[in-house]
């Protein structure tokens, strides 16, 4: 390897080495002890030099106060460079695992560098301290998630490039609801997430409502030469806020009184319901009655039906009807749909 090659890849190593503040900066001595465990031959006055040659370049900031000198990266740095250590390793390796549940591995190939990156920091460490540390972490979702709809990774790019340079798309998108291809110019304002399927909000050809439509369903999208056409009203976090199309019932909150076992008293103990949750003792050592304003949301009504016999609701009464009535449906169709068997063909 040329001199200047072999300064390139040690400048680069120096960088990786820095924590960003406000992490502890490292010495001159740590840094030169970590490159020759790396197999670099520097002596300190050198590192010292290519220090300050770097500082010249990136935001490092040198506590020349104390001897030796300590050097790190100022609490601003956006760059790839930079230290990891265990907290970032796990942390990064952590939000992989979670995504995985929500996100197309497809797209999720994106981070392999970042991940790869932290993986190679657990496995470097010889010692016991980080041995098979996966195995003593993991999440586990609370409730059931389907697995991620699968999303082409050219559509995921395109469409994000779109929305971060406010152009419009040409797109053939598969109405699920008529069972056919449509063919149009798409105008997106932003993206969201939810649960295992991901939406673009926008709007379709000269129709100025903003409407949803599912990330998985678009057979085909590429930049338009047609003018994008901006919303100045919208805004994802109000459209969010007032409740997602579909899913709020109404502005309006309830106040949830309900009875709730001792097993589900403990749980909103630790993870409240809402910030507005009392816990109360009643007659019954087995029964507890538990207070809360909560949103008048399709995923509120999912969470109290999943409960099962934990949970009686009993006010607004309004609620416990409509939910006694769901539960006495599916016990109808469980009977009224007992003898039934396979087509056959």
Known sequence: MGVEMDSVIRYISILELLPIAPKPSLSTKDILEKLEHKGFSVNPRSLQRDLVALAKYYPIICNDKVRPHRWRFSEDYKGSFAAMDVSSAVSTILVNEYLLSIMPASLLSQLSPQLNRAKSFLQSHSDSTYFNWLEKVKIVPDGKVLMPAQIESGVWATVCEAIMSNKALDVEYYSRSRDKVHLGVFHPYGLIIRKSATYVLGSYNDYENVWQYALH???SVKLSSSDFRPNPSFSLQCYIDDGEPGFKYSDESLHLVALI??????????????????????????????????PDDRDMRSWLLSQGASLIVREPVSLRDELLE????????????????????
């Open 217 to 219: 369903r678009f057979r």
């Open 261 to 294: 076992d001792k097993g589900l008293a403990k749980r909103l103990e630790e993870t409240k319901l809402s910030d507005t949750q009392t816990i109360l003792e009643t007659d019954s050592e087995e029964w507890l009655l538990l207070r809360a304003v909560i």
């Open 326 to 345: 769901e539960v006495a449906s599916i016990q109808a169709l469980s009977i009224s749909l007992n003898g039934l068997g396979l087509k056959i063909k």
